[in-house]
């Protein structure tokens, strides 16, 4: 287990290059298995998630392989479609697999990805989506299997625009037969994305980045060379990052559209964001002040992936500020460590209210989950003295060596290797 070993109060500056986005790689990988040969995919992250999700890929038979920023996959000797029980439990993107593998064999077999950290994850609405195209699902225990004998264009209504209901379903609805509509679908930049890429492969498809998607069933797809959108979570972690230790910071191949929320809030508080092209810059001269009330919501509105980094700005913040999470209900599990660095945070329900000190101080604290590990990262960086951030892996799903991101920003950060606590009592 390794740690990060923050010395704080640096303010951040420089210019630093913005990496592939794990939310686009991870379906469109999971989408290569329905053309059969080469696909080239480049911007892909070097992470963690990434890399189990080419576990699974060649589990099933596929030949990939991660060479700098470019995945090389050869998807014609895949013959499995059962993702490995031990494999589905490191990653619950591995749903995604489930309509590329059903579009391609008429099986699927997987396991129930059950709760995480930040809450309660339920996969119904991808099973009632692949359902009303024509999949038969039976579930034993938690094992799940799916199969059809021909997967069949029809009108789908999500009670909720989940993302990974909507991408399973387009991916599911590609190779049907007829006409798909997706009702209340998620409007995330990677939907669009994923649209992109399936349309390059032969897809017949509109609507992505709206609440409707239109799918026209197609019989063949052919292997592409495609690159993917860059990540603006790790965009707008960068920009909390900046914001949160006063500094001036530079993030090049960003898309400040896909941030047209965070950026808002970021103003709000008094931050300065100036962004031409795929360049955005971020200033914080000045104590932010307290935001009144940030709602996470579906794209495009405030992501929940940028809350708890939204929240350690707001901590420091002069003024108090309310930040209501409305999509997961387990994510305030940053609030008991950031507490531990002297913010003033009170959760009811699924409001946070934050009272602004003027500094946080250097402690020991946990990464529970992957975008609070990234908050508690932006504390150490702002606060005074030494912050030890445990439990790194978490951090590493989504971020490519953070510890050299933001070490290229100025920041004295390291990482070490970190005896359990187990370990130290004994
Ligand atoms: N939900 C259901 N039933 C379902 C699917 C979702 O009730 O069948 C509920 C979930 O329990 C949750 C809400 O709907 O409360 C949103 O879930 P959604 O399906 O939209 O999320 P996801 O597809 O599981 C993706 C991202 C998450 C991100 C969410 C929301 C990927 C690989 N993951 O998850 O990213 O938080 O959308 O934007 O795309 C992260 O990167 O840190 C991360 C957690």
């Known amino acids: 287990m390794e740690k990060l070993v923050i010395e704080g109060g640096k303010p951040l500056s420089g210019t630093i290059r913005i990496h592939g986005a794990k939310n686009a790689a991870l379906p469109i ?3 290569s298995i329905m053309a059969e040969g080469t696909h080239v995919l480049e911007n892909i992250p070097d992470l963690l998630d990434i890399h189990v999700m080419l576990d699974i890929l060649r589990a099933l038979g596929c030949k990939a392989e991660l060479r700098g920023d470019k995945v090389t996959l050869n998807t014609s000797p895949i013959y499995s479609s059962h993702i490995p029980q031990e494999l589905m439990k490191q990653m619950r993107s591995s749903v995604f697999l489930m309509g590329p593998l059903l579009a391609r064999f008429g099986t699927v077999q997987i396991y129930q990805p059950g709760g995480c950290a930040i809450g309660e994850r339920k996969i119904n ?3 009632q989506g692949l359902q009303a195209l024509g999949a038969v699902v039976e579930e034993k225990g938690n094992t799940i299997l799916c199969r059809t004998e021909r997967l069949k264009g029809a009108d789908i209504v999500l009670d909720f625009p989940s993302v990974g209901a909507t991408e399973n379903i ?3 609805a590609v190779m049907a037969e007829g006409t798909t509509r ?6 995330e930049p990677e939907i669009v994305d994923l649209q992109n890429y399936l349309i390059a492969m032969g897809a017949k498809m509109i609507g992505a980045g709206t609440d409707t998607i239109t799918i026209e069933g197609v019989s063949k797809l052919q292997p592409v060379s495609y690159k993917v959108i860059s990540d603006r979570i790790v965009t707008g972690t960068l920009m909390c990052a900046a914001a949160a230790t006063r500094g001036s910071v530079t993030l090049e191949n960003a898309n400040p559209a896909h941030l047209t929320s965070v950026i808002h809030v970021l103003k709000r508080a008094g931050v300065q ?3 031409q092209g795929d360049v955005i810059q ?3 001269p000045a104590r932010p002040k307290a935001v009144e009330r940030v709602v996470t919501s579906p794209h495009p509105g405030f992501p ?3 809350q708890p980094q939204m929240m350690v700005l707001l901590a420091l913040a002069d003024g108090i500020s309310i930040i209501k999470e409305t999509i997961f209900d387990g994510r305030f599990k940053h609030v008991e460590e950031l507490s531990r660095m002297g913010a003033d945070i009170h959760v009811d329900l699924s409001s946070a209210f934050i009272r602004g000190v003027p500094r946080l101080y250097g402690a020991t604290v946990e990464s529970t989950d992957l975008r609070a590990g990234a908050a508690l990262v932006i504390a150490g960086l702002a606060a005074r003295g030494t912050t030890v951030v445990e439990e790194v892996h978490h951090i590493d799903r ?3 060596r953070i510890e050299v991101m933001l070490g290229k920003l100025g920041a004295n950060i390291s990482r070490c290797p970190s005896l359990s606590r187990k370990t130290l009592l004994s």
């Not at 997706?182 to 409007?187: D, E, G, K, S, V």
């Open 282 to 284: 971020v200033t914080c």
């Open 273 to 275: 964001v100036v962004s």
């Open 170 to 172: 387009m991916m599911a």
């Open 304 to 306: 929940t992936d940028l």
């Open 398 to 400: 989504g971020y490519d």
């Open 29 to 31: 990988l999971a989408a």
């Open 125 to 127: 609405l991808h099973l």
């Open 182 to 187: 997706i009702f209340n679908a998620a409007r």
